[in-house]
């Protein structure tokens, strides 16, 4: 099986918060120790690989089934990380009664176990102040709320190290190197006359491996991690190329991920041009990735330094697009006016009827419209209304999320 970056099925990641502390979830396929199953090995390749990179394991465990023999196996494979781990006890759903089977995970050795019910959210507040006592101290770099993380991704050999180094000069003299959540990557702070900012370099460091499938997969799940934690994603193409599957499936994670986009295309030097060619090629880029027309584009070359300087002002626009707030006033006028030039959608009789919108949050923007049938609120009128939100507030470089409410019309 062959992995190209963006193969998400593998682990699901997500951003989330405790006490403050901002942290990257990944929920990995699970572990089967000994198995010649194929899916299921490379399950656990994928899991050893999220082991490798975290700063906390969570172990999961089914309390209705016991201390298992995998069980056993999983926690002797887990010690010899090092790594801090929070046993947790999964389907206590009686949980007065269930919790007293937890003692019986003790025999594993890994410290005290914390029963839980996933289902109803009961014993989850404990296990999330153990991650969070089990964390690293705070970098420098995490306490800056100003600073704007950019991760420069796309696939291998596109010039994002060059990208980099150019930005940072030779000699990398102003700059300081920290850590990255990952064993490779270097996270690079950097300041200059347009603000402070932290390069996430996807490329990483080369390491020696015996297994070179194991240097690709190290890879894409740094790619990930750095769209992850990112604000702004610097999409680089090479322009001698033009956009391949690969950089769709890069592209399209970060869509996802709701950040500020800015499609990059390198070695434009390289490309022979005539009349038109940057807007024939800039046509032919978004007819591949659709899903970022609203991305900005810019021509570059990280090799001669060609309009590196002019990314900045790109980087804080896109920033402050995928961070605007819009007051629900004028959202609302907005949104009567887009309903009187292209009235609601009818099925069978029935009309969509729009109450009211709010922004229910920012990176990405994503409002919540109230309606009175979620089922009348087609895809098609999404996108109309999504178009006429960016007319207004302009939005460059950022998704817009839309989430549907249902309202009864005696609540309004």
């Not at 801090?84 to 949980?95: E, T, W």
């Not at 193409?237 to 950040?259: C, L, S």
């Not at 980087?315 to 959202?331: D, F, G, K």
Request: charged share 30%; proline share 3%.
């Amino acid at each position: 099986m062959q992995d190209t970056p963006g193969v998400t099925r593998d682990r699901i990641y997500a951003e989330t918060n405790w006490r403050g502390r901002d942290f990257t979830l990944i929920d990995t396929g699970g572990i089967e120790p000994d198995t010649e199953d194929i899916i299921l090995s490379q399950m656990r390749e994928q899991a050893n690989l999220a082991i490798a990179m975290a700063d906390v394991i969570l172990f999961l465990t089914d309390i209705r089934q016991g201390v298992t023999a995998a069980d056993r196996e999983i926690a002797l494979m887990l010690k010899k990380s090092k790594k801090p781990i929070v046993l947790v006890c999964n389907k206590a759903d009686n949980f007065e009664k269930d919790k007293q089977e937890a003692y019986e995970f003790y025999h594993l050795g890994m410290g005290e176990p914390f029963p839980i019910s996933a289902t109803n959210a009961i014993g989850v507040g404990d296990v999330l102040d153990k991650i969070y006592e089990s964390f690293p101290p705070k970098t420098e770099n995490e306490e800056e709320s100003n600073i704007i993380k950019v991760a420069v991704i796309g696939k291998p050999n596109v010039g994002k190290s060059s990208l980099i180094n150019k930005i940072l000069g030779e000699n990398r003299a102003i700059v300081s190197d920290i850590a990255g959540t990952t064993r490779d990557a270097i996270d690079t702070e950097f300041e200059n006359e347009k603000g402070r900012f932290t390069l996430i370099d996807t490329a990483g460091v080369r390491r020696k491996s015996k297994v070179k499938e194991s240097i690709e997969k190290f890879s894409i799940m740094r790619t990930l991690l750095a769209i992850e934690r990112a604000d702004v994603c610097l999409m680089m193409i090479d322009a001698t190329e033009g956009v391949t599957d690969q950089d769709a499936k890069i592209a399209g994670e970060a869509h996802e991920a709701g950040k500020g986009v800015i499609i990059v295309v390198n070695k434009w030097d390289a490309v022979e041009k005539e009349t038109g060619t940057l807007e024939k090629y800039k046509k032919e880029v978004y007819d591949r990735l659709k899903y970022l027309s609203y991305a900005p584009m810019i021509f570059i070359s990280a090799k001669t330094g060609q309009r590196v300087t002019k990314l900045f002002d790109l980087i804080n626009h896109v920033a402050e697009q995928n961070a605007m707030r819009v007051t629900t006033s004028i959202l609302n006028q907005v949104i009567n006016e887009a309903i009187a030039i292209v009235q609601p959608p009818t099925d069978k009789g029935k009309r969509l009827k729009i109450y009211y919108g709010t922004q229910a949050s920012t990176k990405p923007p994503t409002f919540v419209i109230f309606v009175n049938n979620k089922e009348l609120f087609h895809f098609s009128y999404e996108r109309y209304l999504v178009n006429q939100i960016r007319k207004e507030f302009g939005l460059e470089g950022t998704p817009v999320r839309i989430i549907v409410r249902e309202k009864n019309e005696k609540d309004v």
